[in-house]
T-cell receptor, first 114, second 113 residues
């Protein structure tokens, strides 16, 4: 199993550009998540999904969109990039067991918006 | 609301030193508690967990005990190695099966030979 994979690893965007961060998992997990990690601030949940076709907002959803057309894929879309979106983005997945889940993380995408 | 407070670093230790990283939480009900570790250039991975009061999680020489009376989940290791250099995150999953983790800010540990 490859686990959770993310592409690209690094990206530099100009203000106002758009891009999609890709995330895929091959563990047949129902739950998938997008986090951003800012220096010294821990991880903040952007969006999550409990299954194909179902998504919901997390703590910091503004400026982002997601879709979940398959169990395996959970792309994150930035429509109008802003410097405040400079961060490291992590995708994660888990089983749907209640309260005891381990989340499996991808290696991250480091995004810089200039 | 739910929150996690953990000691902030960075912390530098010598090899074979004793390590404690404090973590306290605020949550309603009975959350599950986790320690995640992030090695340089990698994503987070689960280090250990505990799902009910007085449970002790352990892995790779690290231990943490779920203390409901003090709302704490401190991480300890008796003798750290250079390979333990990483960022350590305490996290909770609120009771009720929300599946959404709440993370502390993380603490960077450097172990020197």
């Amino acid at each position: 199993n490859a686990g959770v994979t993310q592409t690209p690893k690094f990206r530099i965007l100009k203000i106002g550009q758009s891009m999609t961060l890709q995330c895929a998992q091959d563990m047949n997990h129902n739950y998938m998540y997008w986090y951003r990690q800012d220096p010294g601030m821990g991880l903040k949940l952007i969006y999550y999904s409990v299954g194909a076709g179902i998504t919901d907002k997390g703590e910091v959803p503004n400026g982002y969109n997601v879709s979940r057309s398959t169990t395996e894929d959970f792309p994150l879309r930035l429509e109008l990039a802003a410097p405040s979106q400079t961060s490291v983005y992590f995708c994660a997945s888990s089983y749907s067991t209640s309260g005891n889940n381990e989340q499996f993380f991808g290696p991250g995408t480091r995004l810089t918006v200039l | 609301g739910n929150s996690v407070t953990q000691m902030e670093g960075p912390v530098t230790l010598s090899e074979e030193a004793f390590l404690t990283i404090n973590c306290t939480y605020t949550a309603t009900g009975y959350p599950s508690l986790f320690w995640y570790v992030q090695y340089p250039g990698e994503g987070l991975q689960l280090l250990l967990k505990a799902t009910k009061a007085d449970d002790k999680g352990s892995n790779k020489g690290f231990e943490a005990t779920y203390r409901k009376e003090t709302t704490s989940f401190h991480l300890e290791k008796g003798s750290v190695q250079v390979s333990d250099s990483a960022v350590y995150f305490c996290a909770l999953n609120p009771s009720g099966g929300s599946e959404k983790l709440v993370f502390g800010k993380g603490m960077k540990l450097t172990v020197n030979p």
